[in-house]
């Protein structure tokens, strides 16, 4: 396994929560590991990263306090905690790794060096 491996999506109504998980290889360096989405006829987005040296959280705008981002750097694994969903949450959710630090910013794709299949979440009215 080289890509990170994302799990925990579903079904779920507005206003209800899930926990998405990504489980990334240990044969790889990991500086930081972040949640992206792609809603239906739109470009990917940044959702969440975590930087594991200094523990520092990121995230979009549009979470406003509903997502959590949370991991273990041992075991190289991040959760990505998301509440308060609305339909609008709609996507699918990717998670990502990159391996070293670099000035590219967390919020952009082109920082991050593996990437999961994803996992759906859609969130009904």
């Known amino acids: 396994q080289v890509h990170p491996v994302e799990s925990g999506g579903g079904l779920v109504q507005a206003g209800g929560s899930l926990r998405l998980s990504c489980a990334a290889s240990?044969?790889?360096?990991?500086?930081?590991m972040a949640w992206f989405r792609q809603a239906p006829g739109k470009e990917r987005e940044f959702v969440s990263a975590?930087?594991?040296?200094?523990?520092?959280?990121y995230y979009a705008d549009f979470v406003n306090g509903r997502f959590t981002i949370s991991g273990d750097n041992a075991k190289n694994t991040v959760d990505l905690q998301v509440s308060s969903l609305k339909t609008e949450d709609t996507a699918i959710y990717y998670c990502?790794?990159?391996?070293?630090?670099?000035?590219?910013?967390?919020?952009?794709?082109?920082?991050?060096?593996?990437w999961g299949q994803g996992t759906q979440v859609t969130v009904s009215s």
């Open positions: 990502a790794v990159r391996t070293a630090a670099r000035r590219t910013s967390y919020s952009l794709q082109s920082g991050y060096d593996y």
């Open positions: 240990r044969t790889f360096s990991n500086y930081a």
């Open positions: 975590i930087v594991w040296s200094s523990g520092n959280t």
